[in-house]
C-alpha cells in the first residue's frame, strides 16, 4: 500500500506554527526599525542643510543693488530745527518716584525761554526709564526738539492719536506731553 518516505527536516513543523501546510515560520514584524531609520536619515538630512545655509548665507549677500538711473539716492530726511513756540500747550508729566520733579522742569524750562503756562502733573506709570518729549503733528518736531533741548537733552517721538502717554487737563490730547524719566537730570531747581 503506502510507500513509506524517509522522515525529512519538512515534515516536523515548529509548535507554534499556527499555519498549516505552510514551511516557513511567519516573518517577525520590524517595521519600527525601518521608523528608526527613517527618522536619522532625516534629521541628519536637516543637519547637514542647516550647515550648508549657515555657510552659504556668509558668502552669498541679499542686498539690493541700486539701479543705474538718472536719480540721485535718498538722502537723509531733515530734522527741524528747536525751536520756541508761545502758544504750544504743554503738559510735563512726572514718570518717576521723586516728588516736585515736574515742577522742576518746569522751571528748567521758562529758564530756558519758555515763559507760556505748562501744566505739571504726575503719570500713571513712576518707572519710566528714559525722558521723553511726545507730539502729535510733524509739524511741532522744531518744537518737540527746543523741549527736549531745553531738558538736556530728551527723546522725541511722534505719536497717533491712539498712542496718547495721557491727557491734558480738559482731558483732551496735548499738542506736546513731556514724560519725565529717571534718567532726567535738572539743572535748576523748582522756586
Known amino acids: ?11 516536523e513543523a515548529p509548535r507554534d506554527l499556527k499555519r498549516v501546510g505552510a514551511h516557513r515560520a511567519p516573518a517577525k514584524r520590524r517595521g519600527w526599525i525601518g521608523f528608526v531609520v527613517a527618522a536619522v536619515i ?13 555657510v552659504l548665507s556668509d558668502r552669498v549677500q541679499f542686498t539690493d543693488t541700486p539701479v543705474a538711473s538718472g536719480t540721485a539716492p535718498a538722502s537723509e530726511v531733515p530734522t527741524a530745527a528747536p525751536t520756541i513756540d508761545p502758544n504750544a500747550e504743554i503738559v510735563v508729566l512726572n514718570g518717576t518716584k521723586t516728588a516736585g520733579l515736574a515742577a522742576t522742569a518746569i522751571s528748567q524750562l521758562n529758564a530756558a ?40 537733552g530728551a ?3 511722534l505719536l497717533t492719536e491712539t498712542e496718547a502717554p495721557d491727557a491734558g487737563a480738559d482731558g483732551e490730547a496735548t499738542t506736546i506731553t513731556i514724560v519725565l524719566g529717571t534718567d532726567y537730570t535738572p539743572t ?4
Open 42 to 54: 532625516t534629521l541628519l538630512l536637516v543637519a547637514i542643510g542647516a550647515v550648508a545655509i549657515n
Open 155 to 157: 527723546t522725541i517721538q
Open 188 to 191: 535748576t531747581t523748582a522756586p
Open 113 to 152: 525761554g519758555w515763559e507760556q503756562s505748562i501744566t505739571p502733573s504726575n503719570s500713571t506709570s513712576t518707572d519710566v526709564e528714559t525722558t521723553i518729549v511726545y507730539y502729535r503733528d510733524a509739524a511741532q518736531e522744531g518744537v518737540a526738539r527746543g523741549l527736549a533741548q531745553a531738558l538736556g
Open 1 to 11: 500500500m503506502g510507500q513509506s518516505y524517509p522522515k525529512d527536516r519538512f515534515d
